[in-house]
């Protein structure tokens, strides 16, 4: 076992010291030096994927986050009824920036908080005839609204409603699809499930049922961009102009139609592998379609990923692909140029979810940062095993970390940046770490694509750079 | 320095590529069309749609309440050295940390204990003997303060049972302590989870801890998430020389000095403090709705005197607020406090001008809205469609009352348990000049180009205005400041390239 990974594996046990030993002993498994050459052997994976552990803060959240936060949610021509008491739906309401044209209210509904807003009476009595009510009301009052979806909150599963049966009678009533989605908070351990069960709930309901008029050799779907600051329609120039069709965006700007097309693809494209693989794997058994990774966040990726994604098709496409690279590499140049003497050498510690503990990493390479620890909110096996050969030997790695580890991890690594969400942003900020929000972008973007990296490149320079940070003057103890 | 010019989301997609890119996208999206976009846009401004919208029963779109645990937790974190506990699914408690740091720009710190569909089945007594061993092991509290999502409410958990359970099986100390409030999502709002876990917290805390009168008063803000109205307050005070304690206060918790170190707990009432708050000689809220229960067992069980005032937002809320201490306590009022209220009333009179005759609409917590509508009122501003979601038949009551004593208040209409979406349709069909509410309401603006005044919460697209107070006399400088300069700012880009773009105003 090398150095470096004997001294983050210290590093950690220090770390642990202060929990209880049942505790310790949970948490030890979620914690590791990585090892890209795979011989260290188990001892250098982590565990994911497990309940988090009571009274220890987790950072993660919960299936309907996961469903109405991240997967339906951002299909804009679909009203989602937050089902349930109205917490959940204020608190994740026009917070993920998931970016949309069309009018708010009128055919498009993604940054508003629609609920059944429950009542005790409804906790007893059950709620299924207040949704019936209130699906024929959205319709009255939505009248363009191409769908309703219900997302279930906590109590829906509790207290036994039948979702189902009244999202099957109100679809033959209303004329349009309502879509039951058992995402219920209580249900799996994190986002994740709620994912998974979103991704059913587009299949059984969604899928295959649309028509489109002609199809082409070059036609694919956007998979897993969530279209933040942004991300989809940057990250769709670059497929539009390698000349690819692309049919389906899942799920940033998607629309139902959309959606309700995908099967007609040649070939799907997946960013985010951990919120929408299902639909995926799913498309390939049931359709044939093709599926491949892909990674559009800073040059190097983006230029592998290009001509990763041509060689799935014929010359015409791989010609146009690299004339499109020998368009904007001297535009990209120009941007490492100008950004990399100001971050070269400086380290970076991640804690994000989906995708970006490994994806955002090539790009801070780009820039000359080195990203020394990271890990997944709700991360699998398979997401850490596509993350180890990304980092060096003896990058420290945690899943499902808690504020402690990381507030501990940060104190001893020294990073000139950490990324992560708006939960951890401000602990930072008082110990005087840079700190960029990698879920939202720090309401900047998009951070996909050519005309994303620039963006990426100067907020982390002007974070990482910003005078404000020595301004602070430590207390005296 | 750097000599690239980065375009981001703010310019990038107005760029005709991308333009063009949307057209070539709706081959796909099947869109309506411009014309049946039009037409509903266009009858969503009618009266015929306002009575539709009106009418319906299930139905709740752009509600301005949160749920009660959110309350819970921030009253929680106002006292020192205490953890908030919530008993239930994990997902709430991301979103109730994520929700207060969008407002506060501030680290918030809160526990789940993590149930899943096992403990859906056979109860949450195993999360919550582990949560609390572990939550006492890792965070070190003095207190952990437990609350509830509806999933624990659901299934019915027995708060009290399971905490002695803990105890008894050693998981937490037996002389730690550990207060608890059952917080159903399904009842009421933020403002009641506020008030559930205050009395849970009092309750507990002070239970045999009556001696003699210590010669203190108490103070409850209430659900007031500017951390500037505690400060003010505490400085009003100590302007008079009283002897108080605030509490649950996150003034020092939601708004800590950067000093190079992250504090789990930054400030809040001191705990023995807390426990001595039986001993007041009386127990002052401001604000009425967030303290219904706290209030009735402060007068029952410790047969204490409750005053609950309105917020002290304006003049005459200031004064009743100022003359009550001063009864209570014996204490005269300052000079320098009655000066501060001649400047705030020289500030209304100068600018009196530009709010006089302005029709206002509002929505927001019911204390808040009642401090509005008086400080409105006073300067001769009109409180027209006063909307109130989580407001009952007492605040209508009491909106209307208020409303009766001014004639700026005859056009005021009060509606209770009504959302933003009524208030959309409101604010096409009987325009008035402002808005005011908090940052949710943009999309009021946007739709119905009323502008918007930010006062309320949650706070997001606008930096460090929970700051500065709202109640007080200094408050209410900084609510005409505010207000007035809204509306000037508004007049400006009405009247730019115009005769009336005047310099001085």
Not at chain 1, 332 to 345: F, H, K, Q, S
């Amino acid at each position: 076992m090398s150095t470096a990974i004997k001294k983050t594996q210290k590093l950690i046990e220090e770390v642990l010291e202060s929990y209880p030993e049942k505790t310790r002993k949970e948490r030890s498994k979620h914690l590791a030096a990585n090892d890209p050459t795979g011989e260290c052997g188990s001892s250098c994976h982590v565990k994911s994927n497990v309940k988090s552990r009571p009274g220890v803060m987790t950072i993660r959240g919960c299936a309907y986050a996961g469903s109405k936060g991240v997967v339906w949610g951002p299909v804009k021509d679909v009203v989602h009824i937050s089902h349930g008491p109205v917490g959940c739906g204020q608190y994740s309401w026009w917070s993920r920036r998931n970016y949309y044209n069309g009018i708010t209210g009128i055919d498009s509904f993604g940054t508003m908080h629609i609920t059944s807003d429950f009542q005790e009476k409804d906790i007893v009595f059950g709620g299924d005839k207040k949704l019936e009510q209130l699906c024929r009301e959205i319709k009255e009052l939505f009248p363009l609204a191409k769908g309703i979806t219900i997302q279930s909150e906590c109590p829906i599963g509790l207290i036994g409603d039948d979702i189902e049966s009244v999202a099957r009678k109100m679809t033959k009533e209303l004329g349009i699809p309502v879509i039951p989605v058992r995402c219920e908070g209580f249900r799996g351990v994190s986002q994740s499930l709620g994912h998974h069960i979103a991704n059913d709930s587009i299949r059984d309901h969604v899928l295959g049922k649309g028509e489109m008029e002609k199809s082409t050799p070059y036609d694919v779907n956007l998979i897993g961009d969530y279209n933040i600051g942004g991300d989809a329609w940057a990250s769709r120039k670059i497929l539009e102009e390698m000349g690819l069709r692309v049919i389906a965006q899942w799920s940033g700007d998607a629309t139902l139609n959309e959606l309700s097309i995908a099967n007609k693809a040649r070939l799907n494209l997946i960013h985010c592998y951990r919120s929408m693989n299902y639909i995926c794997r799913y498309m390939e058994e049931a359709y044939g379609i093709p599926w491949v990774e892909y990674n559009f966040f800073g040059p190097t990726k983006i230029y592998e990923s290009i001509r990763k994604i041509a060689s799935y098709f014929d010359d015409y496409i791989k010609e146009k692909a690299e004339k499109m690279i020998a368009k904007y590499k001297p535009m990209m140049d120009r941007v490492i140029e100008e950004y990399r003497p100001r971050l070269e050498g400086k380290t970076v510690m991640l804690y994000v979810g989906g995708l970006r503990p490994r994806h955002v990493i090539g790009a801070y390479e780009d820039l000359g940062m080195e990203v020394i620890a990271t890990g997944y909110e709700f991360g699998h096996n398979d997401d850490y095993k596509r993350t180890y050969p990304e980092l060096k030997e003896g990058a420290l790695i945690y899943d499902d970390a808690t504020p402690y580890e990381l507030e501990e991890f940060t104190k001893r690594m020294k990073p000139d940046l950490v990324g992560s969400g708006i939960k951890e942003k401000y602990a930072y900020h008082k110990m005087g770490v840079p700190f960029r929000q990698m879920h939202s972008w720090d309401y900047s973007g998009p951070y996909h694509g050519f005309d994303g990296f620039p963006v990426f490149a100067r907020d982390m320079d002007m974070t990482v750079n910003n005078p404000t940070w020595n301004l602070i003057r430590r207390r005296k103890i | 320095m750097i000599r690239l010019k980065i375009k981001d989301h703010n310019e990038l997609f107005h760029e005709q590529e991308y333009l063009e890119q949307f057209e070539r996208k709706r081959e796909f999206e099947k869109p309506c069309s411009a014309d049946e976009i039009e037409k509903v846009l266009e009858w969503t401004k009618t009266e015929e749609y306002k009575e539709k919208n009106f009418a319906r029963q299930a139905l709740t779109i752009n509600p301005a309440k949160a749920c009660q645990p959110l309350g819970a937790v921030l009253c929680a974190s106002g006292f020192q050295n205490t953890l908030p506990f919530v008993h239930g699914s994990q997902g709430c408690v991301a979103y109730f940390r994520s929700h207060l740091s969008r407002h506060f720009k501030e680290p918030v710190a809160a526990v789940s204990t993590s149930m899943t569909e096992d403990a859906a089945v056979f109860g949450g007594l195993n999360n919550m003997i582990e949560g609390l061993e572990n939550a006492y092991a890792l965070y070190k509290p003095e207190m952990i303060a437990v609350s509830t999502t509806c999933m624990a409410e659901v299934i019915g958990d027995d708060l009290n049972a399971f905490i002695k359970k803990a105890r008894e099986q050693g998981a937490i100390p037996s002389e730690l302590p550990v207060p608890f409030a059952h917080t159903p999502s399904f009842v009421g709002s933020h403002i009641t989870g506020y008030d559930n876990m205050l009395k849970g917290i009092l309750s507990y805390l002070t239970a045999g801890a009556k001696k003699r009168p210590n010669g203190k008063i108490n103070i409850i803000p209430g659900f007031d998430t500017y951390t500037g109205n505690i400060r003010e307050i505490k400085r009003l005070l100590n302007l008079m020389n009283v002897l108080y304690t605030v509490l649950a206060d996150i003034s020092d918790v939601m708004d800590s000095p950067n000093t190079g170190e992250y504090r789990l707990y930054p400030g809040g009432t001191p705990l023995d403090e807390a426990v001595d708050s039986i001993n007041a000689t009386a127990t002052v809220a401001i604000q009425r709705y967030s303290t219904v229960k706290t209030g009735e067992f402060i007068k029952e069980v410790w047969g204490q005197e409750f005053i609950a005032l309105p917020m002290p937002i304006g003049i005459s809320n200031t004064d009743r607020f100022l003359e009550t201490i001063s009864k209570i306590t014996g204490r005269v009022i300052p000079q320098e406090i009655e000066d501060e209220r001649g400047r705030a009333v020289d500030a209304m009179i100068d600018s009196h001008p530009y709010v006089h005759g302005k029709k206002f609409a509002l929505v927001g917590d019911p204390d808040l809205l009642l401090g509005l509508i008086s400080f409105l009122m006073e300067m001769g501003g009109m409180p027209v469609h006063i909307v109130c979601t989580n407001g009952d038949k007492n605040f209508e009551g009491e909106a209307y009352a208020l409303l009766s004593k001014s004639p700026f208040g005859r056009e005021g209409k009060v509606y209770i348990g009504k959302d933003m979406w009524h208030l959309r349709s409101l604010l096409f069909t009987e325009p008035v000049d402002f808005l005011i509410g908090n940052s949710y309401a943009k999309f009021l603006w946007r739709d119905t180009g009323t502008p918007l005044i930010r006062i309320g919460f949650p706070l997001f697209d606008r930096h460090h205005l929970h700051r500065y107070p709202i109640i007080g006399y200094q408050g209410a400088i900084n609510l005409v400041n505010w207000i007035v300069n809204t509306i000037l700012d508004e007049m400006d880009r009405k009247t730019i390239n115009t005769t009336s773009f005047d310099v001085i105003r």
